[in-house]
């Protein structure tokens, strides 16, 4: 079969009655922005992009308290330029901004909301690590022209598309529209996405899990419990040999786990326990949740199914389970016991 390109699988999706034209042209603008975005990535400190945003000694910092690399204000500025007069949105939110902004009056508005991380895993910048940006899309409230943070307080379940992409060895965009997952490899050379994977599906068991080990001590006990039953392999519990993976950057290690399988942890901790979590709702775990279940995984809390959660804050944190079905419901089933 001959390889299709983006805009041929989003054509194919308009007419199959699936997404509208404007769905499908906010999608063609995020992924034109996350190429510019790969090639700044991809030049690296030929670039001069790379280390933190600020001057020394006034390190810029975003409204989680974290600092600022540079890559990450400007992937913020390259998707909030692109997508501004796009006309497609009412409104953005972006991990990188305080507040989401409504589109400005002297744009075109259009009917859906965007929000995105526009440079995730960043603390592997400097390291020549894969990083990637996550998105997600929702739709503006009837009646709303000027969306505030409030209505973009919207569950998992109401997401429209939500997709990655991963500045890797190559870049690849990886999309869903709620019609399974799909993968698209940047092909630099005619600087266009082609598919390369349609409907993906996730092994519905593992034997290879993703997390920081090293926040072992600070987790919940049924964390505890739960892990120490992998690492006890084939003796243990489990009567099986695991392996342990942990890129530090969610894209990567979700893109592991849709390519050949595997759990991905981000479980409370004694360091993130008072926000909830390390991880964001609405920014990572959303859209994240959205591509693992169309692929046939599972996300959850530990104690929800992820895309159910309520939100009550735009920066919102989370715990995050995802990944193979059957072993993302038996970490489910450890909380279960403990209650
Ligand atoms: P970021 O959005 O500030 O880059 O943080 C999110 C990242 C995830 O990509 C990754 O899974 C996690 O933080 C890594 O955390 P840790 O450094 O604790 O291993
Ligand atoms: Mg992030």
């Given at each position: 079969?001959?390889?299709?390109?983006?805009?041929?699988?989003?054509?194919?999706?308009?007419?199959?009655?699936?997404?509208?034209?404007?769905?499908?042209?906010?999608?063609?603008?995020?992924?034109?922005?996350?190429?510019?975005?790969?090639?700044?990535v991809?030049?690296?400190?030929?670039?001069?992009?790379?280390?933190?945003?600020?001057?020394?000694?006034?390190?810029?910092?975003?409204?989680q308290?974290?600092?600022?690399?540079?890559l990450?204000?400007?992937?913020?500025d390259i998707?909030?330029?692109?997508?501004?007069?796009?006309?497609?949105?009412?409104?953005?939110?972006?991990?990188?901004?305080?507040?989401s902004?409504?589109?400005?009056?002297?744009?075109?508005?259009?009917?859906?909301?965007?929000?995105?991380?526009?440079?995730?895993?960043?603390?592997?910048?400097?390291?020549?690590?894969?990083?990637?940006?996550?998105?997600?899309?929702?739709?503006?409230?009837?009646?709303?022209?000027?969306?505030?943070?409030?209505?973009?307080?919207?569950?998992?379940?109401?997401?429209?598309?939500?997709?990655?992409?991963?500045?890797?060895?190559?870049?690849?965009?990886?999309?869903t529209?709620?019609?399974?997952?799909?993968?698209?490899?940047?092909?630099?050379?005619?600087?266009?996405f082609?598919?390369?994977?349609?409907?993906?599906?996730?092994?519905?068991?593992?034997?290879?899990?993703?997390?920081?080990?090293?926040?072992?001590?600070?987790?919940?006990?049924?964390?505890?419990?739960?892990?120490?039953?992998?690492?006890?392999?084939?003796?243990?519990p489990?009567?099986?040999?695991?392996n342990?993976?942990?890129?530090?950057?969610?894209?990567?290690?979700?893109?592991?786990?849709?390519?050949?399988?595997?759990?991905?942890?981000?479980?409370?901790?004694?360091?993130?326990?008072?926000?909830?979590?390390?991880?964001?709702?609405?920014?990572?775990?959303?859209?994240?949740?959205?591509?693992?279940?169309?692929?046939?995984?599972?996300?959850?809390?530990?104690?929800?199914?992820?895309?159910?959660?309520?939100?009550?804050?735009?920066?919102?944190?989370?715990?995050?389970?995802?990944?193979?079905?059957?072993?993302?419901?038996?970490?489910?089933?450890?909380?279960?016991?403990?209650?």
């Amino acid at each position: 079969m001959k390889p299709i390109s983006l805009t041929r699988y989003l054509i194919q999706e308009q007419h199959a009655g699936r997404i509208n034209a404007d769905l499908r042209l906010l999608i063609e603008v995020v992924a034109r922005a996350c190429k510019t975005i790969s090639i700044a990535v991809g030049k690296g400190a030929l670039g001069g992009v790379l280390g933190d945003a600020g001057t020394p000694g006034a390190q810029s910092m975003n409204i989680q308290g974290e600092a600022q690399k540079k890559l990450d204000v400007l992937s913020n500025d390259i998707l909030l330029e692109a997508n501004a007069w796009g006309g497609h949105l009412a409104g953005l939110a972006s991990e990188e901004m305080d507040h989401s902004q409504p589109i400005p009056d002297a744009f075109q508005r259009g009917n859906y909301l965007l929000l995105f991380d526009p440079l995730d895993g960043s603390s592997n910048i400097d390291v020549n690590i894969s990083v990637g940006t996550i998105f997600s899309v929702l739709r503006c409230p009837d009646g709303v022209t000027q969306p505030g943070d409030e209505h973009f307080l919207q569950p998992g379940t109401a997401q429209v598309a939500a997709g990655y992409t991963t500045y890797g060895p190559s870049t690849m965009l990886v999309l869903t529209v709620g019609h399974g997952t799909h993968a698209f490899t940047l092909d630099r050379e005619i600087g266009s996405f082609v598919m390369t994977a349609r409907d993906i599906r996730i092994p519905e068991e593992t034997k290879e899990f993703a997390i920081n080990m090293s926040n072992q001590r600070h987790w919940e006990p049924p964390m505890q419990r739960y892990v120490g039953d992998l690492l006890a392999g084939k003796e243990g519990p489990r009567g099986k040999d695991f392996n342990m993976r942990w890129v530090a950057s969610m894209v990567a290690d979700v893109h592991r786990i849709l390519t050949r399988g595997g759990v991905f942890f981000y479980p409370i901790d004694a360091k993130c326990r008072d926000k909830g979590g390390k991880l964001r709702l609405m920014y990572e775990a959303n859209p994240m949740s959205f591509i693992v279940e169309q692929a046939g995984g599972a996300a959850s809390t530990g104690r929800q199914r992820m895309l159910e959660v309520t939100p009550t804050g735009l920066h919102q944190r989370v715990p995050v389970m995802l990944g193979s079905r059957k072993e993302v419901e038996e970490a489910v089933r450890y909380h279960a016991e403990h209650g």
